[in-house]
């Protein structure tokens, strides 16, 4: 077979299976499973290259093979899982569709940026890079679940053009040139726990309403049929 399959590639494969499972949910209505597979495949994207770095006699040819696939995967679960939920939670019309084409072409340039930069880099020198160039587009599994929770406070309508703007302002910041520091094993872990916690709130809140929608639906037609 063509391709690598050792355990430093391993990561970068589940991230894309949790994120091909989140749009099947996405476009199902199922937006908390949607959002707890972003958050996951995002979690693996956070932990494969750390993975990936522990094997010491990698060839040049699957640290390439590692830089691309992590990018084409990349293209799926960051670039358009997240477009896609967003068009099902309402970013549609003509600005809608054009600022989710904005993201997924800021997506991919920025993408294919970090592997021109990626590649001329491990021809040089070993070991991680100790800077993002541009916002990562990982970062959208943090802001995403940060943004759904505003669903809950406003209204839909509101929601929408909160999900428009950031879209437009993440991608923006996918291609700005500015360095950003990444983060430390400790800073990591604090961002994990920060996802863990809102999309503990985004399944006990949202149960919370669908149970409440149904009492009331039930409430409802008791009143019509006393």
């Known amino acids: 077979m063509i391709g690598f399959y050792d355990y430093t ?3 970068t494969y589940v991230s894309l299976m949790f994120s091909v499972f989140g749009i099947t949910q996405a476009i199902n209505g199922r937006f908390r499973v949607a959002i707890v597979c972003l958050a996951l ?14 094997k010491k006699n990698r060839t ?16 799926v679960c ?16 003509i600005l ?4 989710i084409g904005y993201y997924c072409v800021c997506s991919v340039i920025r993408l294919a940026y970090f592997n021109v930069l990626e ?9 991680a890079n100790k800077y993002y160039h541009g916002l990562p587009i990982t970062s959208i599994t943090i802001i995403l679940p940060i ?12 929601f929408r053009w909160v999900l428009l703007a950031m879209l437009f302002i993440v991608a923006t910041l996918f291609i700005t040139d500015f360095k950003l520091k990444k983060p430390s094993n400790k800073q990591l872990i604090a961002m994990v726990m920060i996802v863990a916690a809102i999309v503990s709130v985004i399944l ?22 006393e």
């Not at 040049?60 to 691309?68: A, P």
């Not at 149960?207 to 929608?213: A, D, P």
């Open 204 to 225: 006990l809140y949202s149960n919370y309403r669908i149970k409440h929608k149904v009492v009331k639906e039930k409430a409802l037609i008791e009143e019509l049929f």
């Open 96 to 99: 809608g569709g054009i600022v």
């Open 78 to 93: 960051f670039g358009l899982f997240p477009t896609i939920l967003c068009f099902i939670l309402g970013v549609r019309g």
């Open 60 to 75: 040049f040819d699957q640290k390439l093979f590692g830089v691309q696939i992590d990018s084409l995967c990349d293209v």
């Open 41 to 54: 495949s995002g979690l693996c994207d956070m932990l494969d290259g750390k993975v990936a770095r522990t």
């Open 147 to 158: 943004i759904f929770l505003f669903s809950f406070i406003i209204s839909e309508n509101a």
């Open 119 to 127: 590649t001329n880099r491990q021809m040089k020198e070993d070991g």
């Open 9 to 11: 590639v391993v990561l």
